[in-house]
């Protein structure tokens, strides 16, 4: 058991004290709803209390776009305050208990020590992120010609070589994943040569496959622009599996939600990167034009349930091992980064727990009889099912709070940090 847990544990059981009657209230009648459709209220319960979602140290602190970004007293603002308010949403929220670091924004001296700190506040980690997409204080080459496809042998090798320092520094903290997102691209047609641009790319990206520990994987996240405006080098899941496929039996894809055209049906790139045994993890977000990076659930929940529906799915036809990375990917430009962090994650809960309720036999029979109506409303019913009472049920099951929110304001965790942090930089950009 962790031992030093941010808020005070009585004071959460107090505040869920004066909710627990209306949560057995829900709870009993969504059991006899349920019931009624031949599932059981308990077994479901036991499922969701089951999953997890990682989340970024980066979405920890406020976000911001190239306008500006409008920090929040008492942000953290290195990995050591991170940790401390995922151990808030973990403490309160009880489904985030890894966070994905990102270097070298998370760098420390001890990466053994910062395992520790984390398994102290209930926290492990998540799959590890490299960054060749901005240039540090002191680095040799420059990015701007791109990183792991530049045309310079030498930015190609510093780029490997960083990624290769995040896989030892993630050996330390104890995950098995790389998550490789490069923002190589052009902003004008010739700029590059588009086929010459994606050799360069897996030449490279096969230096950093051939030092991958056994049981790793690397996840290639694609993108479809942004900072490239013209052509991106791992623009689309096509070109994602095709490099996945290239590299080997360790590369998988992950799908960032936000990284796709506005209405590409992302539920079926899930079902076919499942299909050949390629599907590697998520970044879940929302978005209404571009990586807006909002809110899990936020604009599109339907669409994230419709993700789940296809996990649930793929879990029940494995293809090779199942074992998708789920994390969270967002930047809160407007809201205590701790509050959308445990509205995103009980989104994405309640998008798997409702995937869970779909009658996956009165679906296929729709479908095999090509009733198109009543194979939607197999999803429809499950869809329009309030599960709100069982992802209450389980986080207190597990310690956490009925109303992750209200504890959260309750425990005036942030204006305490406001008198203990330092004030966080006003700088423009995503952290
Ligand atoms: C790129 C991305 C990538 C991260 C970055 C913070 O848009 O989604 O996953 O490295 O955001
Ligand atoms: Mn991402």
């Known amino acids: 058991m962790a031992g030093d847990l941010p808020l005070a544990q009585d ?19 969504l059991g006899r709803q349920l019931g009624r459709r031949g599932i059981d209220i ?32 008492g942000e953290p ?55 060749t997409f901005q240039d540090q204080p002191g680095q040799a080459v420059s990015y701007a010609t791109g990183s792991l496809s530049s045309t310079r042998a030498e930015v190609r090798e510093q780029a490997v070589a960083h990624n290769i320092e995040c896989i030892e520094i993630g050996r330390q903290l104890g995950v098995t994943d790389l998550t490789v997102w490069i923002g190589d691209g052009t902003n004008f047609p ?20 051939a030092a991958l520990p056994g049981d790793w994987r690397m996840l290639i996240e694609h993108k479809m ?24 039996d360790k590369a998988k894809c992950l799908v960032d939600l936000g990284h796709h055209a506005p209405n590409v049906n992302i539920e079926q790139i899930v079902a076919r990167l499942h299909r050949f045994g390629k599907l590697g993890g998520f970044h879940f977000n929302d978005s209404k034009y571009g990586d807006d990076d909002l809110d899990s659930g936020s604009i599109n929940p339907h669409q994230l349930f419709l993700v789940f529906n296809e996990l649930i799915e793929a879990e029940m036809n494995p293809r090779g091992e199942f074992r998708p990375a789920y994390m969270i990917d967002q ?23 409702k995937a869970l309720l779909v009658d996956r036999e ?8 090509n009733d198109t109506m009543m194979a939607f409303q197999a999803l429809r019913a499950a869809y329009r099912t309030d599960v709100t009472p069982i992802l209450a049920a389980a986080r207190v099951g597990a310690g956490g709070a009925i109303d992750t929110i209200a504890a959260y304001r309750a425990s005036g965790w942030r204006d305490r940090k406001a008198q203990e942090r330092k004030a966080a930089g006003a700088a423009a950009g995503i952290v």
């Open 331 to 353: 930047s809160h430009n407007v809201t205590d980064p701790i509050e959308s962090m445990l509205s995103s994650a009980e989104a994405i809960v309640a998008a798997y727990a």
């Open 42 to 73: 308990d077994g479901v319960k036991a499922k969701v209390a089951g999953f997890s979602v990682a989340v970024p140290s980066w979405g920890a602190g406020r976000g911001g776009t190239r306008f500006a970004k409008f920090p929040i007293a």
């Open 11 to 29: 004071d959460i059981e107090r505040l869920n004290a004066g909710l627990t009657d209306a949560l057995d209230d829900d709870y009993g009648s």
């Open 190 to 209: 010739g700029q590059q040569d588009l086929g010459r641009s994606l050799d360069r790319y897996l030449d490279a990206a096969a230096q950093v496959y």
């Open 225 to 248: 622009f942004e900072p490239a405006f013209y052509s991106t080098v791992i623009s689309d899941w096509g070109s994602s599996i095709l490099v996945a496929q290239e590299l080997g």
């Open 77 to 131: 603002t290195n990995i050591h305050e991170k940790l401390e308010d995922c151990a808030v949403i973990q403490q309160l929220g009880r489904a985030t208990p890894r966070v994905s670091p990102h270097f070298p924004w998370d760098k420390v001296g001890d990466y053994r020590g910062l395992r520790e700190e984390a398994a102290a506040l209930g926290l492990g980690f998540d799959a590890v992120n490299s960054n």
């Open 362 to 369: 009165a679906l296929l029979a729709a479908q095999e009889a």
